[in-house]
């Protein structure tokens, strides 16, 4: 099973959101360690585009797709594409590459029955974790952001069954 999502791109926190599609290994110790060591090495180089950030994500073994869509909002992206995606990803680009940054959003997909996309993550280039860091605080959000949503699930089941049970405990007439 492919773990498919999106990596958005807009314009110093304002503007359309531009659509990338990636069909598998968007987990964050796929995607998203990748995305921050290229945004470290083109923010390092001055080569901090769209253009460049795509084509460096696409040589490291991504197929990233250009849609025709643009979107007001991370969250536009689920729920237009419920059954799909698991991942999204956020790039703010701005003029001085410190102040540029990344956001990683989870959906709810396919934990929950309720469809939804939460942050799970966001930093500034400058703030961003030590190349040695990285796989494990990736690692370690797949690991919170899934215990959530499993919690969530949990949760979801155990107000059914409470329905459930005030229906049936309820005396008929």
């Not at 594409?81 to 703010?92: G, L, M, T």
């Not at 003029?95 to 956001?103: G, R």
């Not at 899934?146 to 699930?153: C, D, E, F, H, Q």
Request: proline fraction near 5%; hydrophobic fraction near 30%.
């Amino acid at each position: 099973m492919s773990t498919r999502g999106y990596l958005l791109f807009r314009c110093r926190w304002c503007g359309p959101l531009t659509a990338y599609y990636q069909h598998h290994d968007t987990y964050p110790t796929g995607l998203g360690k990748d995305t921050i060591d290229v945004l470290v090495m083109a923010a390092d180089d001055n080569q901090l585009t769209q253009e460049n950030i795509v084509e460096d994500l696409n040589k490291r073994g991504y197929n990233l797709r250009k849609t025709d869509k643009t979107f007001s909002k991370p969250e536009q992206v689920f729920l237009e594409h419920q059954s799909d995606i698991e991942w999204i990803y956020v790039i703010d680009l701005h003029d001085s590459p410190n102040s540029s940054s990344l956001e990683i959003y989870k959906t709810s997909n396919p934990i929950t029955d309720t469809d939804f996309c939460f942050k799970v993550w966001s930093s500034y280039i400058r703030y961003f974790p030590s190349s040695h860091e990285t796989p494990t605080l990736m690692h370690h959000l797949e690991l919170t952001a899934n215990m959530t949503l499993n919690a969530l699930a949990a949760y979801e089941e155990a107000q059914k069954r409470c329905q459930n049970i005030a229906v049936t405990a309820t005396p008929q007439s």
